[in-house]
């Protein structure tokens, strides 16, 4: 089935590196995505990491993805509190039509306090 | 460069009305999505059109529900008669390609049905 898992609420300092896991369902996602959503505003791609890759490095943010355990994590460096948002990962399901269709997880929460 | 429009950003109605909201996707975008955003079901796809055809709409929740693409630049996700339950967030997204799940977000229709 789709079910794509995150906990819910991640409360940090600022300064201090920020961990969000994800677990998903379908291991012949091809790609797996991290967006964040500001208040009141649309969702926006952080970034992704293609299946056949453990690890990918933009800036302040690190991708691991472990897909014998089908889990997924960002890891934010010295957050700040701009960095306050909602944090959605998605994998990306190949329909018969040749589709991605993203399956969203629940999101989690980021609160970083000063 | 103009990211996806929607309209109206925040309708409230009375039950039984009929809505209508609007997007224009970002040009030469080819593919476009309806979401709905609440806090119970979280991120849910409702329809999908690919150059214009509902590619699909297995998503769409009831006959009440109903997307028009009439041409590359305009879609309407119409609700006929509305309910309390259709209270929600509605994101209209698009996409350069098919094939990837990078999406471009709207800012929402915020809709809440009294």
């Known amino acids: 089935g789709e079910d794509v898992e995150q906990s819910l609420f991640l409360s940090v300092r600022e300064g201090d590196s920020s961990v969000i896991n994800c677990t998903y369902t379908?291991?012949?996602?091809?790609?797996l995505y991290w967006y964040k959503q500001e208040p009141g505003a649309g969702l926006q791609l952080l970034t992704y990491?293609?299946?056949?890759?453990d690890m990918k490095q933009d800036q302040r943010l690190t991708v691991l993805l472990n897909k014998k355990d089908k889990h997924l994590s960002l890891r934010i460096a010295d957050t700040q509190t701009g960095d306050s948002a909602i944090y959605f990962c998605?994998?990306?399901?190949?329909?018969?039509?040749?589709?991605?269709?993203?399956?969203f997880g629940t999101g989690t929460r980021l609160l970083v306090s000063p | 460069d103009a990211g996806v429009i929607q309209s109206p950003r925040h309708e409230v109605t009375e039950m039984g009305q009929e809505v209508t909201l609007r997007c224009k996707p970002i040009?030469?975008?080819?593919?476009l999505f309806w979401y709905r955003q609440t806090m119970m079901r979280g991120l849910e796809l409702l329809i999908y059109?690919?150059?214009?055809?509902?590619?699909?709409d297995s998503g769409m929740p009831e006959d009440r529900f109903s997307a028009k693409m009439p041409n590359a630049s305009f879609s309407t996700l119409k609700i006929q008669p509305s309910e309390p339950r259709d209270s929600a967030v509605y994101f209209c997204?698009?996409?350069?390609?098919?094939?990837?799940?990078?999406?471009?977000f709207g800012e929402g229709s915020r809709l809440t049905v009294l």
């Open positions: 997204a698009s996409s350069p390609r098919q094939t990837t799940g990078e999406l471009f």
């Open positions: 379908d291991s012949s996602s091809t790609y």
């Open positions: 040009s030469g975008h080819n593919s």
């Open positions: 998605a994998e990306s399901m190949r329909m018969n039509t040749g589709f991605q269709k993203l399956v």
């Open positions: 059109f690919n150059n214009n055809v509902p590619i699909d």
């Open positions: 990491i293609f299946s056949n890759m």
